[in-house]
């Protein structure tokens, strides 16, 4: 509590009141959506439901988990999403931690090899054709593979690295360390909250992504959660699958709608607020100019 | 020479771990980033099925064929107009959200309180464009959603605010603030916490009010963070990322909300244009990497520091 006395205590209820505004306009319209999906159909079409469910039930939801579809969209987004977050946090690991010794050779040539792919990209259509040429249209692989490395992230990553004292590192290297060891045994243990950080934007990242499934991707058995919902928004290939799905109806449609975004939104609406601390640092680090 | 072979094996010995960590980073690099620069050629050439970049033909008009058709395509102007029009409405409206709410949340005293009102308007960030698009619909929906429920309830017609152009862009421009100002506040609110709390005394102690010391101290503590954000900004004003513009667009509203990247999308990987869009993305890079080094170049000048 603040201890000015009481005319700046009058003062900051003012910018509480702003605060409160701010979260309310943050929070509305997922607490409208949860309250849409839990909704009956006939309020719905009423147009009566605001922020609390009217005519409680669960049936959008249980149409929602009761399609295999979704349930395999699901589990195939968590198995990619980890595996994306596992391989590109490796990827970024290796890349960052031998650029942090000053005497490497060719540091500066791999810097500016590393910073040019910052300024410029080949362009969606390169990019497609080097796909097309890998054989990676249609591989699970071009979900995982081209994005593994994220250049802001290793930035990130070995500004961290730069924090850690020299002093350990060389007393490991006079005790006969190898720098694998010392990127095993003192690098990545002293980078637990880097590596969350990371982990978190990798995560994030890959579970958010659509683009890449919609641009290389037309078997519908590796489209990720995301590419699925977005066919769902907009009614694409709705027609056949609506006489099952109840999509038919105006009311339950809606509901419908509701549930999934929900589905697809509580995984990351669960995790991130532990990791606040952790993302709050990994942002101010990437702002640090070397 | 026998003795510098020498020294670079002792050299190799000592260091060749590094180098093999990064090998896999460096491969990717070249790979996937480095590679698909070959294909830019395309965009001079006439694009042939089952040929290599280097054995297509070049285009007509000295290879300019394609950039010339693009400048000459009323979709690509349309395009490019809302591509650079868009962006300066996010810089407008985006780019002071995230300072006010910093400056504000600095004022709370009670750490518990800040702390949650800071995780709620992280929240937005996390979501993706799909599903923020589907929450649009949801609450914007003309007669059906939340926002238009209540106005209806006030008495005034529904807004269309997916359905017009003109009200589209508002939501386009007041989603993205939704959603970015959150996470924009994290970098300001580190400046602000840079900022030496002496100074805010000696000003307390000069009679300075509130509004005194976010002008004269907490504004210019922070000015360097706010002017290369501002940089960064003003290099992407030609820049279009893909994900939200095509997440929000609909059919109603094509002319104001297609820009450069769902252009290509559709033109070039839905439309089979290789040769066209990929002058289109081309030109866009080029731009995009004058305008970033015209304004580091400028700030510079200014005496603020650039981005590197």
């Not at chain 2, 102007?77 to 591509?83: D, E, M, Q, S």
């Not at chain 2, 029009?85 to 005293?109: C, H, K, M, T, Y």
Request: glycine fraction near 6%.
């Amino acid at each position: 509590m603040n201890v000015k006395g009481k005319s700046t205590q009058m003062g900051d209820w003012i910018f509480v009141i702003l605060c409160v505004f701010v979260g309310l306009i943050c929070v509305i319209p997922m607490i409208n959506l949860l309250a849409r999906s839990l909704s009956s159909s006939e309020y719905l079409v009423k147009h009566s439901v605001y922020l609390i469910p009217k005519g409680l039930n669960f049936e959008a939801y249980t149409t929602v988990l009761k399609d295999s579809k979704n349930i395999r969209a699901f589990v195939w987004t968590v198995f990619l999403t980890v595996v994306c977050t596992l391989v590109s946090l490796t990827m970024t690991a290796i890349c960052a931690y031998p650029l942090i010794f000053q005497d490497l050779k060719f540091r500066n040539t791999f810097n500016i090899l590393i910073t040019i792919t910052m300024f410029f990209n080949a362009g969606t259509i390169p990019n497609y054709l080097l796909m097309k040429q890998l054989n990676l249209l249609n591989s699970p692989l071009v979900l995982i593979v081209p994005a593994c490395l994220s250049v802001y992230n290793m930035i990130i990553m070995r500004s961290f690295f730069y924090g850690i004292p020299e002093s350990l590192r060389e007393s490991a290297q006079i005790d006969g360390a190898s720098y694998f060891t010392i990127l095993l045994n003192i690098y990545l243990p002293l980078s637990k909250p880097v590596f969350a950080t990371l982990a978190l934007f990798y995560a994030v990242g890959r579970w958010n992504g659509y683009s890449d499934a919609l641009m290389y991707i037309t078997n519908k058995d590796y489209y990720p959660l995301q590419m699925l919902l977005y066919n769902i928004l907009n009614n694409i290939n709705n027609v056949e699958v609506a006489a099952q799905e109840g999509f038919s109806t105006p009311g339950l449609a809606e509901s419908l709608k509701a549930a999934v975004v929900m589905f697809s939104t509580v995984p990351i609406l669960l995790i991130y607020p532990w990791l606040q601390k952790y993302f709050i640092a990994g942002v101010t680090l990437g702002a640090v100019k070397e | 020479m026998e003795k510098k072979k020498n020294r670079s094996f002792i050299y190799l010995k000592k260091y060749w771990q590094l180098y093999l960590l990064l090998l896999l980073p460096m491969v990717y690099l070249l790979v996937f980033k480095y590679s698909p620069m070959s294909y830019i050629l395309i965009a001079f050439k006439e694009y042939k099925l089952n040929m290599s970049v280097f054995e297509m033909p070049w285009a007509a008009q000295n290879g300019m064929k394609y950039f010339i058709k693009a400048f000459k395509n009323r979709d690509f102007i349309v395009a490019l107009r809302n591509t650079i029009s868009l962006n300066l409405l996010d810089l407008i409206a985006g780019f002071p959200a995230p300072i006010i709410f910093a400056l504000i949340l600095n004022e709370i005293p009670f750490k518990k309180f800040k702390k949650t009102v800071q995780t709620v308007a992280y929240m937005p960030h996390f979501l993706s464009w799909v599903i923020i698009s589907g929450l649009c619909l949801q609450l914007f929906a003309p007669s059906s959603g939340l926002v238009n429920m209540v106005i209806n309830n006030l008495g005034f017609d529904s807004v269309p605010f997916l359905n017009s152009p003109n009200h589209w862009v508002a939501t386009y421009i007041l989603t993205g603030v939704w959603q970015s100002f959150g996470w924009g506040s994290i970098i300001y609110l580190a400046a602000i916490a840079g900022i030496s709390p002496e100074l805010y005394e000696a000003a307390s102690v000069d009679g300075a009010g509130r509004f005194k010391k976010m002008w004269h101290i907490t504004l210019p503590g922070i000015r360097p963070t706010i002017v290369v954000l501002l940089i960064m900004n003003l290099g992407n004003i030609l820049g279009s990322g893909f994900d939200r513009p095509f997440a929000m667009q609909n059919p109603l509203v094509m002319e104001v909300a297609e820009v450069l990247s769902t252009f290509v999308y559709k033109n070039g990987i839905k439309g089979l244009q290789f040769s066209l869009t990929t002058a289109v993305g081309l030109f866009q890079s080029v731009v995009c990497l004058f305008f970033l080094l015209l304004s580091n170049w400028l700030s510079r000048r200014l005496g603020e520091r650039g981005i590197w």
